[in-house]
């Protein structure tokens, strides 16, 4: 019996192909050029099985013009680039690869949160760009996050992570928002409280957005949102760029009517609003927050588990659609 055939659409590391060439005839994409979606779909010819990152984007006219897909494994845990009910409408499984980042990113969101506090960034530039003259007063005075109030917008496991990190290593007081409450044993260890939108937008000192992306909450953060966030309040972004109006939120720091953001995630990226990248109170990062060799290698192997199981009629660990 033949192997089905598969595309890597990205680089992996070439012992993960080996693997997954025990299985499938594989086509990889081991130059790591973004393929356009014409390519893509070139390149999905006769293949039964897709693994891709947060880049590829798998909507129903790609379905249609590769009508061989039966896999759609996603090596990320957020999947909006994936019409997931496209795909369960023509019998297609779909895995993303939640758990095995959760710890990294949130490591990563929380260093963005404090660099942003703490004018991290900022005052590198400063100090790069030859402009520390004396020790003064004000120099880079941030605002502190020790024993201020964490607020997290969308507190699923990454939220958590998060929340865990500030309530129990930096004495913060938790507050979050989400469409439905979690369970108290839960909330108890962080003593975290749910709240709606309005109080978590007026109490946060430091908002940290978690929230998967959905068009629900597309520019769930604009203009209205941020005048109703504190003076010294900052805003990290780990989720996705369309959840926060970038426009807005450009208008918001030039008048500092928030103190700093920063930006993981982009609406558009990797192209940047040219407004982000002249303003001193943003900390802006490419799109890394789950980037340590490790966990890349874990999701890496969590998406080809899934591909492998989907194929070959085993239980995928984490399929979307069971
Ligand atoms: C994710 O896993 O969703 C990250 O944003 C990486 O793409």
Redesign the pocket.
Known sequence: MSRPAILVARYVLPELLDRLSQHFEVESNQADQLLSPSELIARLQGKRGAFI???EKIDAALLDACPDLRAVC??????NNIDLAACTARGIAVS??PDV?TES?ADFGFALMMAAARRVTESERFLRAGQWTHWTYGLMNGVDVHGATLGIFGMGRIGQAIARRGALGFGMKVIYHNRSRLSPDIEAPLGARWVDKDTLLREADHLVLVVPYSPAVHHAIGAAELARMKPTATLTN?A?GGVVDDAALVDALRAQRIAAAALD?FEGEPKLHPGLLGLPNTVLTP?I??ATGATRKA?ADLAADNLIAILTGGTPPTVLNP
């Not at 996603?74 to 999947?79: D, H, L, N, P, R």
């Open positions: 990152t947060a880049n996603t090596m990320a845990v957020g999947y993303n690869t980042l990113t780990i996705r995630v799109h927050a789950s999701m």
